[in-house]
């Protein structure tokens, strides 16, 4: 099973229209899975999402995921009561309960909204320690804060994770940031963006392979 961690942006910088940004997260799951089912014998989910369910890119993503059919784990970085305080209103927190409830493994971190901010880089650090490859939905800018989308994707560069990217601003087909080769010179983020690769059958089959060589 390929483990696919996800990190993003909430709905405030997320400005290309949730529709499109379904369309194309569907099309890298899809994709995801045709590669993985390729000379196998499918009788269940062939990708495992790993999110931590917070409102925008998490939630897409992994209503994506159930709608495919493949299988959701939901991991938090504080306690349910304790998260719930941070979304927008009762609506959002009733989807999360719901994505929560359907999700096939649930995982609750150990932090607290005191220390809010090493909750978030928590979360972000153990989706990357459990995934073959990380889906984002990025607006392309540097980091803001500790704990933020840039600096997930750095660590992921650092891990030689490789990226799939999703812009968060402009409506365009997704892409491949890094092809999973460690290096001891790790480049900056910015630098490994502007040599994105746009995504084709045989880099998805790429991604299924060196996931599957490392499992």
């Not at 890119?57 to 994506?64: G, L, V």
């Not at 995982?107 to 490859?133: F, N, P």
């Not at 746009?198 to 790429?206: D, E, G, I």
């Amino acid at each position: 099973m390929i483990k696919i961690g996800i990190t993003g942006h909430r709905p405030n910088r997320l400005q290309v229209p949730e529709k499109r940004l379904v369309a194309r997260v569907r099309s890298v799951l899809t994709g995801l899975m045709k590669a993985a089912s390729v000379g196998t014998r499918v009788d269940g989910p062939v990708l495992d999402v790993i999110s931590p369910l917070a409102e925008g890119c998490d939630r897409i993503i992994a209503r994506e995921t159930l709608a495919l059919g493949q299988r959701l784990t939901a991991v938090i970085p504080f306690e349910r009561r304790d998260y719930e305080t941070t979304f927008g209103d009762a609506a959002t927190t009733q989807e999360f309960r719901a994505l929560w409830k359907a999700a096939d493994e649930r995982a609750i971190l150990k932090g607290t909204l005191a220390r809010a901010e090493a909750g978030y880089v928590a979360v972000g650090m153990v989706t990357l320690a459990r995934s073959d490859v990380i889906l984002t939905i990025w607006d392309g800018k540097p980091a803001a804060g500790r704990g933020g989308t840039p600096e997930i994707l750095q660590n992921a560069i650092e891990w030689g994770i490789p990226i799939i990217w999703v812009h968060a601003t402009e409506d365009r087909k997704p892409v491949l940031l890094i092809t999973g080769k460690r290096s001891k010179a790790v480049p900056p983020l910015e630098r490994v963006a502007k040599q994105a690769r746009p995504l084709t059958v045989a880099l998805f089959r790429n991604l299924v392979a060196m996931a599957r060589g490392a499992a």
